[in-house]
Structure formats: C-alpha cells, structure tokens
C-alpha cells in the first residue's frame, strides 16, 4: 500500500472521530472546462464543508498556499492533515490565512488495531474501486492498444515505444481516457500498469462468450 493512501486513511480515522463525515474523495477542481487541481477529500461537519488535503510528510510553505487556494475556488473551508510542520514559517502562515491543521500523532494513541484491520480492507477495496473505472465496456480499439502497452512494459517509455506513440503523445492520450472516464489518475508507473491490466481482465470477464 502507498504511503499517500495510508496517509488518507489515517486521515479519514482522524476525521470521524472529529466528527467529520466524508463526502467526497479526488474532488477535482475544473475551471472553463479544464482541471486545474484536486483535493484529496471533501468533508462535512455541521453544515460546513471542508476541502482537506492529506500529506504523507510534513506541511510546507507551500502546502498551506496550496490547500487554502484549493478551498477558496471550491468555496469550503481549508484543513490539512499530515505529520508535522516543516518549519515555523509554514505554522504560522496555516494560522494567519485560517487554514485548520490535524497533526496525525497526535490521535495515533486513539487509533485501536479493529480500526487500523477495517482501514487496511477498506483499502484494498477502494484501491480496486479506483484502478477498475464502469466504462471498461465502452473502450476504443486506440484505448486497449494503449492497455496493452502500459500492461506489457516496465516504464513509462517503453510503452511509449510500444504504442508506437511519443511519451507526450501517450500523456496527452493518458489524459483524455481520463476525462472520458477509461483510466483514472493514479500515483506512479507501476500503478498505472495495474490500472492498465485490471480493466483489461475486467473486459475480457464482461465479454459475452
């Protein structure tokens, strides 16, 4: 499991027993059509919504820039949610610009091991859920050439090479099975072979013999 994504389920740990509930995760934020960010999770408390970015590591600078600009396109409130601190400048920019931060430590004594075994499942089932989009059905003879180039190589060039595409070329094909809903934005080549070989096993079971 990556760290981001055991980060975000520490995170949702830490957001119910603050009485968040989770309404949203990857919310992405478009702007005349085009994206021009995400955020990790959209949260509710009261009738409040909150734009919660998660870091594995420790806040930045420009992490809390970031998280707070994030918050004000989408009109909900900010709150980050990480380790630490990277230095006092990041500390003290979080208060002045009111961006609510959750230390992780300080609720890993909270956290029982029935909580950390129903997050663990609760992983692998999203992580599935994400890798396997619904419209693995609804796929172009261009989308599984290149399924099958990601599925076959190592990296992120050869497959490349393999769909006989430059690697701009294939970014920018990336990009638009995205948008059509074919592959999702995953972290990571290896990730993204996973994705690639998943909805081409899922097609194959859907096939009517």
């Known amino acids: 499991m990556g760290r981001g994504l055991w980060s975000e389920l520490l995170a949702e740990l830490v957001l119910e027993l603050e009485g968040f509930e989770v309404v949203k995760r990857q919310e992405k934020i478009l702007r005349g059509g085009e994206e021009v960010g995400e955020v ?5 408390k009261g009738n409040d919504l909150f734009a919660v970015e998660v870091k594995s590591g420790k806040i930045s600078v420009g992490d809390v820039r970031q998280a707070y600009t994030n918050s004000v396109l989408l009109g909900f409130k900010p709150l980050l949610i990480a380790r630490g601190f990277s230095d006092k400048a990041a500390e003290e920019l979080a208060k002045e610009l009111g961006v609510e931060v959750f230390l ?5 004594h909270f956290v029982s091991m ?3 075994t129903a997050a663990i499942e609760q992983a ?3 992580v599935l859920d ?3 989009p619904a419209q693995v059905e609804a796929l172009s003879s261009e989308d599984i050439l290149v399924l099958e180039a990601l599925a076959l ?6 497959a490349a090479r393999r769909a ?4 701009a070329d294939l970014g920018k094909r990336l990009d638009e099975m ?4 074919v592959v999702t934005r995953v972290t990571g080549f290896a990730a993204l072979r996973l994705q690639a070989k998943l909805i081409l096993l899922a097609r194959r079971a859907l096939k009517p013999t």
């Open 40 to 44: 990790d999770i959209i949260a509710r």
């Open 104 to 108: 992780l430590p300080e609720y890993f």
């Open 114 to 116: 029935e909580e950390l």
């Open 124 to 126: 692998v089932v999203r």
């Open 130 to 132: 994400q890798l396997v």
């Open 153 to 158: 190589s190592s990296d992120f060039s050869e």
């Open 164 to 167: 006989n595409f430059s690697e």
């Open 178 to 181: 995205r948008r059509r809903g």
